[in-house]
């Protein structure tokens, strides 16, 4: 059995006094209970052009383009490098966790939109297309399907009691 993958970033901060040490923790601790999504905000039926995109739909002979996946992995460098920096700056009480949330949203969600341009491959199967009664429908529902690309920050979810 393969063993799980764990990421783990280091970041390096150096305290000394247990004021300080409170103050730090108070810090940290604001940041482990929330977290950024990056994801669609819409209507039912853009939530399903959405999902159709991202997973395809075999019935429908409609080819999976992921642009939130791999919007994700190709946002992670970024992303990660924001976070280091960010965390030491909260750490030294120079940055809020808000403004680290900010930050992590719009680069993650600058990345996707910019991974989306790109979902052209594989092309959509002849019979969808037709289906649809030409690319001008079909660009239209692309760009509302763009338009809707949002982040927010929400609560993690806890484990165990």
Do not use: C
């Not at 601790?29 to 819409?42: D, S």
């Not at 976070?83 to 949330?101: C, D, M, N, S």
């Not at 009664?133 to 484990?159: F, H, N, T, Y």
């Amino acid at each position: 059995m393969a063993t799980p993958r764990r990421r783990a970033t280091g970041v390096r901060v150096q305290v000394t006094g247990e004021e300080n040490l409170r103050e730090l923790a108070e810090r940290m601790k604001a940041i482990t209970e929330k977290r950024v999504v990056v994801g669609i905000q819409g209507n039912e039926e853009l939530t399903v052009i959405g999902i159709v995109h991202e997973f395809g739909s075999a019935p429908k002979h409609i080819p999976e383009r992921s642009f939130i996946r791999t919007g994700k992995i190709k946002s992670r460098p970024i992303i990660n490098k924001l976070v280091k920096a960010g965390v030491t700056e909260i750490a030294f009480g120079r940055k809020t966790p808000q403004e680290l949330y900010q930050e992590i949203g719009e680069a993650g969600l600058e990345k996707t939109k910019a991974n989306f341009d790109r979902i052209k491959q594989p092309p959509l199967s002849a019979i969808y297309a037709s289906h649809k009664r030409g690319r001008k429908l079909l660009q239209a529902e692309e760009m509302r399907l763009k338009d809707a690309l949002s982040w927010a920050v929400i609560a993690r979810a806890r484990r165990g009691p």
